[in-house]
């Protein structure tokens, strides 16, 4: 009779180490889904940092103040310069939004609220930005401008 209550005993430790066991690997699994959250958005804002910082180098400051104030004065190189930058925005902001689509981020529009004013609220980008949606069926180009219009109507 003693065996018995023993094995039932080690039984109920067994089962409860078990709970225990899935009950911290349930906490370790969104302690890490938490962690990963924060390191994608991080490297989202460090992504636009990039893109901010770029604006003070000096060189391209000047192309991106011609780009504003001047457009037609542009040189191919220049150009070139100002496209790879709205390029790559417009990458992190489709970025965020395929984050959004599996769930990961909860909105698409923090990076897009905060800096589709500074990127495309002049004639060169806008008319860089239709062009572009010309050619590529994408979401991203629709919002983006649907916040410019939003901003403008302000």
């Known amino acids: 009779m003693k065996s ?39 490297h989202t804002f460090d992504l636009m940092l990039g893109f901010n910082q770029s604006l003070f180098d000096e060189s391209f400051a000047v192309t991106y103040a011609k780009m504003m104030e001047t457009p037609e004065e542009l ?18 902001y489709s970025r965020e939004c395929y984050l959004v689509e599996r769930g990961i ?15 495309f609220g002049n004639k060169y980008a806008r ?5 572009r949606k010309n050619r590529i069926n994408s979401r991203i180009f629709d919002q983006l401008e649907d916040h410019l219009t939003n901003i403008e109507s302000r």
């Open 105 to 119: 981020f909860e909105e698409c529009t923090r990076i897009l609220s905060a800096s589709a004013n500074r990127y």
């Open 4 to 42: 018995v209550n023993w094995k039932d005993t080690a039984e109920l430790f067994g089962i409860v180490a078990i709970v225990l066991s899935l009950i911290f690997l349930g906490l370790q699994m969104r302690q890490d889904q938490v962690i990963s959250r924060a390191e994608l958005t991080s």
């Open 127 to 131: 008319s860089w930005l239709q062009q």
């Open 75 to 92: 040189d191919a190189g220049e150009m070139i310069r100002i496209d790879s930058l709205l390029n790559s925005v417009i990458l992190s």
